[in-house]
């Protein structure tokens, strides 16, 4: 399989993976969201543990605990991812996997706010309209909800910081989880033995189905992000992108269609909003991609102009 190929198979995988994430999290309903998000954090070190092994990567992992400045960076990445799995493991154990399914639609906007306020970009027109677009459909959704949609803008913001973080850091995916895992790591062992002294924990009681669940929601983590990285180093950004928007729109059909949440008519105009500003946001982001394409393809037969001239001489 070629590499390209190879990528968009890996890509689709993950997203796909991350799409489903309700329908294993809904499984695990017994537990609470905190309970699994600390198991979610103990099995995803172990799981890294593993893969670290495999590609034998611990000498970069002693460099980096020696960076003060970019572990403080990954201690701040891993306070707002544990926010994004804890919010969203609410989401899904209180039937509004269609409001966090919003909150992944209205993300890339969400970027492109931080961009402006945070890396002091500037916005092309479109942009501006696709960001104004997506503002007024969190208005309709407030409206119709009787309150802020807080789930999905909790989920977009900390999601949206937390990739503002790791790009800033640019470190390799599998060191940046362990790490990020290694930091939350005591809370989380702290959690779940107060759990267990006071007979609350569900691990091992339940049933065994449900604790190898558990402990699988480290692999389930690991596995679509190392996917994920791979395919990030073969697919071009735009093809990224657009795969990206695969998973929340599983995550609406399962919250509608299998957990039979709500949709009404307001609701729904909300999503179509949302995916308009999407649509114009992905429509301008490739016109710019090809046209500057296009441009360096002109730059570049321009500087080989005058070789080619001398070589028929």
């Given at each position: 399989m070629d590499?390209?190929?190879?990528?968009?198979?890996?890509?689709?995988?993950a997203n796909v993976l991350w799409g489903v994430f309700p329908?294993?999290?809904h499984a695990l309903r017994p537990a609470g969201a905190v309970e699994v998000l600390a198991h979610r954090v103990v099995w995803s070190l172990l799981s890294m543990v593993l893969v670290l092994?495999?590609?034998?990567?611990?000498?970069?992992?002693?460099?980096?605990?020696?960076?003060?400045?970019?572990?403080a960076g990954l201690a701040a990445a891993a306070v707002l991812i544990a926010v994004n799995?804890?919010?969203y493991i609410f989401a899904v154990n209180t039937d509004r996997v269609v409001e966090a399914s919003l909150g992944y639609f209205i993300n890339p906007l969400f970027v492109i706010l931080l961009g402006v306020l945070i890396l002091r970009e500037r916005l092309r027109t479109l942009q501006w309209v696709a960001l104004g677009i997506g503002a007024v459909a969190v208005v309709i959704l407030s409206v119709d909800y009787g309150r802020l949609p807080w789930i999905a803008l909790t989920l977009a913001a900390s999601f949206g910081c937390y990739g503002l973080v790791k790009k800033r850091l640019g470190l390799p995916?599998?060191?940046?989880?362990?790490?990020?895992?290694?930091?939350?790591?005591?809370?989380a062992l702290l959690y779940l033995l107060w759990l267990t002294t006071n007979h609350q924990s569900t691990f091992g009681t339940v049933s065994a189905w449900h604790s190898v669940m558990l402990?699988?929601?480290?692999?389930?983590?690991?596995?679509?992000?190392?996917?994920?990285?791979?395919?990030?180093?073969?697919?071009?950004?735009?093809?990224?992108?657009?795969l990206q928007y695969l998973t929340p729109t599983l995550q609406l059909i399962i919250g509608v269609a299998v957990f039979s949440e709500p949709l009404p008519p307001v609701r729904l105009?909300?999503?179509?909003?949302?995916?308009?500003?999407?649509?114009?946001?992905?429509?301008?982001?490739?016109?710019?991609?090809?046209?500057?394409?296009?441009?360096?393809?002109?730059?570049?037969?321009?500087?080989?102009?005058?070789a080619a001239v001398g070589a028929t001489e």
């Amino acid at each position: 399989m070629d590499p390209l190929r190879r990528g968009y198979l890996s890509a689709l995988t993950a997203n796909v993976l991350w799409g489903v994430f309700p329908l294993y999290f809904h499984a695990l309903r017994p537990a609470g969201a905190v309970e699994v998000l600390a198991h979610r954090v103990v099995w995803s070190l172990l799981s890294m543990v593993l893969v670290l092994v495999v590609i034998r990567r611990w000498r970069s992992v002693r460099d980096l605990l020696r960076q003060r400045k970019r572990m403080a960076g990954l201690a701040a990445a891993a306070v707002l991812i544990a926010v994004n799995w804890g919010v969203y493991i609410f989401a899904v154990n209180t039937d509004r996997v269609v409001e966090a399914s919003l909150g992944y639609f209205i993300n890339p906007l969400f970027v492109i706010l931080l961009g402006v306020l945070i890396l002091r970009e500037r916005l092309r027109t479109l942009q501006w309209v696709a960001l104004g677009i997506g503002a007024v459909a969190v208005v309709i959704l407030s409206v119709d909800y009787g309150r802020l949609p807080w789930i999905a803008l909790t989920l977009a913001a900390s999601f949206g910081c937390y990739g503002l973080v790791k790009k800033r850091l640019g470190l390799p995916a599998a060191e940046g989880l362990f790490l990020e895992s290694g930091v939350l790591m005591l809370p989380a062992l702290l959690y779940l033995l107060w759990l267990t002294t006071n007979h609350q924990s569900t691990f091992g009681t339940v049933s065994a189905w449900h604790s190898v669940m558990l402990a699988g929601s480290g692999v389930l983590t690991a596995v679509p992000l190392l996917l994920f990285a791979e395919a990030a180093n073969r697919v071009p950004l735009s093809g990224l992108g657009i795969l990206q928007y695969l998973t929340p729109t599983l995550q609406l059909i399962i919250g509608v269609a299998v957990f039979s949440e709500p949709l009404p008519p307001v609701r729904l105009a909300g999503f179509v909003i949302v995916w308009c500003a999407l649509a114009l946001f992905s429509w301008d982001a490739f016109r710019t991609a090809r046209r500057n394409r296009a441009d360096r393809g002109r730059a570049a037969s321009t500087a080989n102009e005058p070789a080619a001239v001398g070589a028929t001489e």
